[in-house]
């Protein structure tokens, strides 16, 4: 699936709500699933934003420096170990030059705001927000005096040292999520992604952005079922 690029701009209205993708069972049971975090600060406050975004219903506890979360409803063992792996993967977002240098990490995206929205010729995309507009103006600023055609802002996730933009930019699959042209400094609020992407892609991908901005400085310990 060849990616065609990012939209930079400002977004003044959105028309779509994310559909999340954390899908109950229902059940008579009471549930065995449970998670156990560690977090070097804000912990308590970082799981909660976490489990609130997958809109399950879920009882916290804590003791010292871990927490433990167990599930009041069950989902499917299919779901609860893919929540699990994007939560373990490490996987982060981050903006990077076409010498794979890092011009932005992951901090620069809004937690949780990504959505899998449509445009108005009903091209799936997904959008999110950004946590510093100057930040962003700085690193476009940059970007945009490079030598044309290296002027891109490259958009990785999970990037493993030893990938390059140069090798993926002509494979029909590259392993970067987009890396549009930037010719002008850019001062804006939302970023948005596009490509030939289904609304199931789009869907995952916002998840996926989401989990990783989430979860950012949570360790997943291990998995209790009782």
Request: cysteine-free; glycine content about 4%; overall charge negative.
């Amino acid at each position: 699936m060849k990616r065609t690029g990012i939209y930079l701009g400002t977004i003044i209205a959105l028309t779509a709500v994310a559909a999340f993708m954390f899908m109950l069972l229902p059940t008579n049971s009471k549930s065995t699933q449970s998670l156990q975090f560690t977090s070097q600060n804000h912990g308590e406050q970082a799981i909660k934003e976490l489990m609130d975004y997958t809109e399950l219903e879920y009882e916290l506890t804590s003791n010292h420096d871990s927490w433990t979360v167990k599930l009041q409803e069950d989902i499917s063992d299919e779901r609860f170990e893919e929540l699990k792996t994007m939560i373990q993967s490490g996987k982060e977002l981050s903006f990077r030059d076409h010498q794979d240098n890092l011009m932005l990490s992951q901090d620069i995206i809004k937690k949780g705001s990504a959505e899998s929205e449509e445009t108005g010729n009903g091209q799936p995309v997904v959008t999110f927000s950004l946590t510093s507009e100057e930040k962003f103006y700085e690193v476009t600023s940059k970007i945009s005096n490079t030598k044309k055609p290296n002027n891109v802002l490259v958009m990785w996730f999970g990037y493993e040292e030893g990938q390059t933009y140069l090798e993926e930019r002509d494979k029909e699959d590259p392993a970067y999520l987009s890396a549009p042209k930037v010719n002008q400094r850019l001062k804006t609020s939302k970023v948005q992604i596009t490509g030939n992407f289904t609304k199931e892609e789009t869907h995952k991908l916002a998840e996926k952005i989401n989990i990783s901005t989430l979860s950012q400085g949570l360790t997943l310990v291990e998995k209790n079922e009782k």
